[in-house]
């Protein structure tokens, strides 16, 4: 794991973040969890031996108060919002709008912000994001595809600033994914949100765990840029006309 020691998840209770928790601890890092959920995080701790953190990660000073002193060797910015997935951006809550920017890219730029400095002084580290195949290419929601992506761009401009320094940084991109993200997403769309689940055979958040993995794996002279990750029953992309169905 390249001297690789410790790790940070945010969005660590559930899904994806949890999955990443279970792969890093087995693979014998000390994981640093950061969820809002204490008894969820109380009882991963338990399982794993990961370091519970149970806060919003959108708490920049309780971030700040953790990363204090703390030498972190992988992030994984993996803490997500599937609030106003299902509305038009002229049609969403103001709150809605700003607590997806939140939470979605506020938390990824000041967990960067915070750890960064220490990696390139000891010339090595990773940065994971966990951002969305809604990143890469149109969809049907502006506020999520806004969202991640600023995660993409961030972590293609990560990757210029860290040139020279040792750090790497990968982006994974799922597509869809058997998590709880979709209860928000579809919160008061149950027919919707069934139909969506049993559209394909969707992605398990070990799936996406596996590859976090594989990336910070390889040797430290390769650097894994980005990671689509998609159902084989799922495509991105299409062209849309005024008579389509949407």
């Known amino acids: 794991m390249n001297g690789y020691e410790t ?19 087995a693979a014998g890092l000390t994981v640093h969890a950061i969820a809002r959920r204490a008894d969820r995080l109380a009882a991963l701790a338990e ?41 038009h951006v002229s049609e969403v809550d103001p709150a809605v709008i700003d607590q997806a920017v939140a939470t979605n890219l506020t938390v990824s730029l000041h967990a960067c ?16 994001t966990v951002s969305s195949i809604s990143g890469l290419y149109p969809i049907r929601q502006a506020l999520y595809g806004a969202t991640k992506g600023g995660q993409h761009l961030l972590h293609q401009t990560l990757r210029v600033e ?11 991109c799922p597509g869809s994914t058997h998590t709880e993200f979709f209860d928000r997403a579809f919160e008061d769309d149950a027919a919707g949100k069934a139909a969506f689940l049993e559209s394909c055979r969707l992605l398990d958040p070990e799936d996406v765990a596996d590859a976090v993995l594989y990336a910070v794996a390889r040797p430290a002279h390769v650097n ?19 008579g389509d169905e949407r």
């Open 47 to 87: 399982q794993t031996g990961c370091q519970a953190h149970a806060f919003d990660a959108t708490d920049t000073e309780a971030l700040m108060r953790l990363l204090d002193g703390l030498a972190i060797d992988i992030l994984v910015n993996n803490v997500a919002t599937g609030l106003g997935f299902g509305d």
């Open 7 to 25: 790790a940070l998840v945010t969005g660590a209770s559930s899904g994806i973040g949890e999955a990443v928790v279970r792969a890093l601890a």
């Open 162 to 172: 860290l040139l020279g320094t040792g750090v790497r940084a990968t982006e994974i």
């Open 224 to 242: 894994v840029g980005t990671i689509e990750l998609t159902p084989t029953g799922e495509v991105p992309g299409g062209i849309l006309h005024d």
């Open 113 to 128: 912000r915070l750890v960064l400095p220490g990696m390139i002084a000891r010339g090595r580290g990773h940065v994971v």
